[in-house]
C-alpha cells in the first residue's frame, strides 16, 4: 500500500490540510452559538425589558456597550414581540437622533434617523404580520401616523437609540428626553 | 550476536535457493522486492499513531488560524477608500460568516445602515501603523453627512484617558476653510486649530485606532463608497 516515503508524506499533509480546513470552518461557524455574552444579554443589565433604559455616559474604561460613540447619549429597550407588538415613541429635542432595531443575533433588523422618519416625533410600532391582522380589524385612530415595521416571525430583540449631544448645556434636556422615550405596547 | 546479523546480512543469493527460503513466504516480505509490490502488512499502532498525529496537527492549525482570524477583528469583505476601511454588511443579515463571529463574540452593536456608517483606520496614508505616541495630520473632506464624529481608540478599541477628558471631535465644532476642507491634528499635547488629543499615558505598543462615524450619510443608502473623498492621514513627527 505504500508506494515511497514521499507519498505517504504527501498523503498525510493533504490530509492534515482538508481536516484542518474542516475544523477552521467548524469553529468560526459555532462561535455565534457558544458567546458567552451577546450584545441582547448585555443591554438586559441596565434596566427591566419593555421599557427605554438610559445607558451611562461613555467615558474611557466605562463603556456601556462596546463600541459606541462617546458624543452620542445611548437608551435601550429589550422586546419581545411574543408578548405582543410594541410601539416605540420618543421627542428628542437635539439635531440628531437616529434608532436601530436588532434582532437577538444582533444583526440590524430596521434602522432610522430623525430625517428619513418624516417628523420630530418617533413613532414606530413594530410586530409580526399575523398581529397587524388582528390589528387591522380593529385599528387605532393613529395607525396612519406610525412607522410600521412588520416582521415574518415573532422576533426577541432590542432598540437602540442614539441622541447627539450638541453641547454639555443640553445635556440634561436629552437625558429627559430619553428618559421619557416609551416602548411599550399599545 | 554481531556475527550472526553479519553472517545472514552477507547471504548470498545461492545459499538462499538452497535452503529454499526465497519460494517460501517469509522471502516475500524481504527487502528484495520493489516497495510498491512489497505485500502489506498491518502495523497497528504506527497506523493508530498516524492519524493521531494528523488529527492533533490538523485540529491545532485549524483552531489557530480561525483564532488568529477572529482575534484580528477586521471583518474580511471590507470596503477600503485611502487609509479607511469601511464594513458595510457587518452586522446585519447579509454578514459573511467571519464578522457575524467577530461582532457576536465582541457582542458589537453596529451602526445600522439607515443610522450611518463608520470608517476605521489602523494604518496611516502611507501604509504605517498608526502609533499613539506620534503626531498626526488628518485633513482633506469626508463623503457629505449630516454630522460626523472622529474618534480616538487604543489596538483594542476601547476609549483612553487624554489631557482634556475628551477622546473625539465633532463636525459641527470644527475650524473649517473656506472649501470646506479642514485639518485636523491628532497628538498627545494641546495644539492650535482642530486637536485630536490622543491618550495621555501611551505606549506604542497599545495601538491606535481612528473611527469616522459617519451620521445619516448617503453612501450607507445606495450611493457607491467608490469615488468619495476622505481624509488623508499623515505622520508628522514622532519622539
Known amino acids: 500500500m505504500t508506494l515511497s516515503p514521499r507519498f505517504n508524506l504527501t498523503v498525510g ?46 467615558r474611557p474604561g466605562e463603556e456601556a456597550l462596546p463600541d459606541l460613540d462617546p458624543a452620542m447619549k445611548h437608551a435601550t429597550c429589550r422586546f419581545q414581540l411574543d408578548n405582543g407588538p410594541v410601539l416605540f415613541d420618543a421627542s428628542i429635542p437635539v439635531s440628531f437622533w437616529s434608532i436601530g432595531l436588532f434582532n437577538a443575533a444582533g444583526e440590524a433588523v430596521y434602522s432610522l434617523n430623525n430625517r428619513t422618519a418624516g417628523a420630530e416625533r418617533l413613532s414606530m410600532l413594530v410586530l409580526t404580520t399575523e398581529q397587524l391582522s388582528i390589528l387591522r380589524e380593529n385599528p387605532p385612530e393613529n395607525l396612519e401616523d406610525l412607522i410600521v415595521i412588520e416582521t415574518e416571525e415573532p422576533i426577541s430583540g432590542f432598540a437602540l437609540l442614539r441622541a ?21 405596547g399599545i | 550476536m554481531t556475527d550472526q546479523s553479519v553472517s545472514h546480512a552477507t547471504r548470498g543469493p545461492d545459499q538462499g535457493r538452497a535452503d529454499g527460503s526465497s519460494f517460501s513466504e517469509s522471502a516475500w516480505y524481504g527487502e528484495k522486492l520493489p516497495r510498491a509490490i512489497r505485500p502489506y502488512r498491518s502495523h497497528p499502532v504506527r497506523t493508530l499513531a498516524t492519524i493521531a498525529l494528523v488529527v492533533v496537527l490538523a485540529s491545532l492549525l485549524g ?46 452593536i453596529p451602526l445600522a445602515n439607515g443610522e450611518g456608517l463608520a470608517l476605521v483606520a489602523r494604518e496611516d496614508s502611507a501604509g ?4 499613539p505616541t506620534c503626531i498626526y495630520r488628518i485633513a482633506g473632506q469626508t463623503p457629505s453627512a449630516r454630522l460626523w464624529t472622529l474618534t480616538a481608540l487604543d489596538g483594542n ?77 499623515e505622520r508628522t513627527g514622532c519622539p
Do not use: M
Not at chain 1, 447627539?164 to 411599550?184: E, I, M
Open chain 1, 164 to 184: 447627539y449631544v450638541p453641547h454639555g448645556s443640553r445635556a440634561t434636556d436629552v437625558d429627559q428626553a430619553l428618559k421619557a422615550a416609551n416602548c411599550t
Open chain 2, 128 to 131: 504605517q501603523q498608526l502609533d
Open chain 2, 157 to 233: 478599541g476601547h476609549l483612553v484617558e487624554t489631557l482634556p477628558g475628551r477622546g473625539n471631535l465633532v463636525s459641527s465644532d470644527l475650524l473649517r476653510a473656506q472649501d470646506g476642507s479642514f485639518q485636523i491634528t491628532a497628538a498627545r499635547n494641546p495644539h492650535s486649530g482642530n486637536w485630536l488629543p490622543l491618550a495621555a499615558a501611551a505606549k506604542a505598543s497599545d495601538g491606535l485606532r481612528f473611527v469616522l462615524r459617519l451620521y445619516d450619510a448617503p453612501v450607507t443608502t445606495g450611493a457607491a463608497l467608490d469615488g468619495v473623498s476622505v481624509p488623508l492621514i
Open chain 2, 63 to 108: 483552531i489557530s488560524t480561525a483564532y488568529l482570524l477572529i482575534e484580528r477583528e477586521q471583518p474580511l469583505n471590507a470596503v477600503t477608500i485611502g487609509p479607511w476601511h469601511a464594513y458595510p454588511k457587518a452586522g446585519t443579515a447579509d454578514a459573511d460568516p467571519y464578522s457575524v463571529a467577530i461582532y457576536t463574540r465582541g457582542a458589537v
Open chain 1, 13 to 58: 499533509l493533504l490530509a492534515i490540510f482538508c481536516l484542518a480546513a474542516i475544523i477552521h470552518i467548524l469553529v468560526v461557524l459555532s462561535i455565534p452559538h457558544n458567546v458567552q455574552h451577546s450584545a441582547y444579554d448585555n443591554v438586559a443589565a441596565y434596566g427591566p425589558d419593555r421599557q427605554f433604559n438610559l445607558l451611562p455616559d461613555i
